[in-house]
């Protein structure tokens, strides 16, 4: 039997939850080419908002072409600029002949070499030396424009972890580079985001930056119970079981609704249930999955210091005032200047957050292993 609850992996179809208000103002930025960034905390689904607008584009829109990148594995300039073409060259043209074409028509002074794997899916190299290309990389990062004039099309194009361009070396003349070319382009537009909140706020929210306002800014946000509620009874009763609104909200409130941990959280409940899940089943999913990943948080724990161990343990057992006095000796924190930087280095880390002010953690599992198991602080 097919699984009812997706996580680890793009959602997509009846996968998919919510996000309608997300959805449609996406929609509206691809369909005028309006530049997005979206930024969010890791497993927000923000690669499942993009999938799921590109999708409905698709089948809406048959001249809009939506070129997919994702930077994951992608360190060095030269990389990039490889994969950006290749990446272009199969989002608007349906067979290798084309590619190889419109490769040697546009890409002519870089000397493209073009290969092809046993399924004759072709792939770009170019035959200059890093060097040139370096100098004039002009042809590719304007690649996307002058196809789609062209041929008579649009192209939205996504880069995915574009928060890995900052990497590179000499990060900041290649972004004022990029933007230069992406800012220029009129049938071109580009959705950028990535799973490092931090970083990418680094990019686009510094006035110092090149990135600054480069286009609509979206801060995703949390799935709300009041819409995880339903989803998670119609994937149970599609599958012959069920769960009432108290148990599935009791499932979305232990995870503090994180998308990721939501659909894990519900599949793991799913799979312990015969016909109806019931409270004493979600919880013992709840505390099933935090035994799961305890050698995982463990292996995180090693790598702090006992300052910054001792930091998480006040914020474990809710304390509000961390540089106080009688916080800093209570914990044996150190110094008022220790609780500035160990804030800050968590933050960058990710493992923790702002929220209105107040201190939270990213990983709503983490925190639940911190107080369960590790401080043994009870609820």
Known sequence: MEMPFVFGKVATGENFTDRSEETERLLQNFQGLVNTTIISPRRWGKSSLVARVAELIQKQEKSLKICMIDLFNVRTEEEFYTLLANSILKAVSTKWEEIVADAKHFLGRLVPRISFSTGQDAEVSFGVSWEE??????????????????????????????????????A????????????????????????????????????????????????????????????????????????????????????????????????????????????????AAYNGLIDQLSLLFLNLMETFSNAQIAFLHALIAGEKQLSSKRVLQKYTIGTSGNVVRIRQNLIEREILDTKEDALVFQDPLFEGWLRKCYFKCGE
């Open 133 to 170: 290309l370096q100098r004039n990389p002009d042809e590719v990062l304007d690649l996307a424009e002058a196809l789609a004039e062209a041929k008579g099309i649009r192209v939205m194009v996504c880069v995915d972890e574009f928060q890995n361009v900052a990497y590179f070396d000499d």
């Open 172 to 283: 900041l003349a290649f972004q004022k580079k990029l933007r230069a070319h992406w800012q220029r382009h009129s049938r071109v537009g580009y959705c950028l985001f990535g799973s490092k909140r931090h970083m990418l706020l680094e990019v686009f929210a510094d006035p110092s930056m090149p990135f600054y306002k480069f286009g609509d800014l979206l801060f995703l946000q949390k799935i709300a119970k009041v819409e995880w509620i339903p989803f998670i009874q119609r994937r149970f009763e599609d599958t012959g079981k069920t769960i009432d609104t108290a148990e599935a909200g009791r499932l979305v409130d232990l995870v503090d609704n994180h998308p990721y941990y939501v659909q894990q959280l519900a599949q793991q409940v799913w799979l312990r249930t015969s016909q109806k899940a019931d409270l004493n089943l979600v919880e």
